[in-house]
């Protein structure tokens, strides 16, 4: 079983949509939780961290945290389609100094 | 602020032939890392360094060696490249804070094909 595992997509949502992108991890202990957008070509930008269980927003982006459930998302409220790219949840488990991170799941937003 | 600048960007190299790949942080970050992605594998981890003067295996070492030179640069060296290590490698520093690790800023990229 992978650490992180995310649905690759691709996912196509209307331009004015919520775009729903969901992260299950394996590490029921896991600390850190993040959101990377990488566009085509491009490394991976930080979009988004969380680090306890409940809702975190900034601007049209909100990250959700199921402990739990160990899963985290995240919403991105009237998608455009310069949000359109490869979304990479990530995962820092409770040993270690690093982040397993999930393949992507593609976003595409349609105008 | 240059943040995390790798070079080069792009290399071609032929079985066998070595090269080392440079990577600079100017963020005073403890952390460092080299990651390969390839398609429908997502980001993989080669080595990090948690601190200057440690290194430590990830989870796809072989054929690799890093060096942690000093606080700010972390080169990735193939001693002896092969068609399976064609692949985009990027170098990401962080900061950790009490128990938690930063969220990585990540250097644009090296695109490395292996003929």
């Known amino acids: 079983q992978k650490e992180v595992e995310q649905n690759s997509g691709p996912l196509s949502v209307p331009e004015g949509a919520i775009a729903s992108l969901n992260c299950t991890y394996s590490d029921r202990v896991s600390q850190s939780f993040f959101w990377y957008r990488q566009y085509s070509g491009k490394s991976p930008e930080l979009i988004m961290s969380?680090?306890?269980?409940g809702d975190k927003e900034d601007g049209r982006f909100t990250a959700q945290l199921n402990k739990a459930s160990q899963y985290v998302s995240l919403l991105i409220r009237d998608s455009q389609p310069s949000d359109s790219a490869t979304y990479l949840c990530?995962?820092?488990?409770?040993?270690?100094?690093?982040?397993?991170f999930g393949t992507g799941t593609s976003l595409t937003v349609i105008p | 602020n240059a943040g995390v600048t790798q070079t080069p960007k792009f290399q071609v190299l032929k079985t066998g032939q070595s090269m080392t790949l440079q990577c600079a942080q100017d963020m005073n970050h403890n952390s460092m890392y080299w990651y390969r992605q390839d398609p429908g594998m997502g980001l993989r981890l080669i080595y990090y360094?948690?601190?200057?003067?440690?290194?430590d295996k990830g989870e796809v070492p072989n054929g690799y060696n890093v060096s942690r030179l000093n606080k700010r640069e972390f080169s990735l060296r193939l001693e002896s490249a092969a068609p399976s290590q064609t692949s985009v490698y990027f170098c990401?520093?962080?900061?950790?804070?009490?128990?938690?690790?930063?969220?990585?800023?990540f250097g644009s990229g090296t695109r490395l094909t292996v003929v």
């Open positions: 360094s948690a601190s200057e003067g440690t290194t």
């Open positions: 990530a995962v820092n488990p409770h040993t270690g100094n690093q982040f397993y």
């Open positions: 990401a520093s962080s900061s950790t804070g009490g128990f938690y690790l930063y969220g990585y800023t």
């Open positions: 969380i680090y306890s269980n």
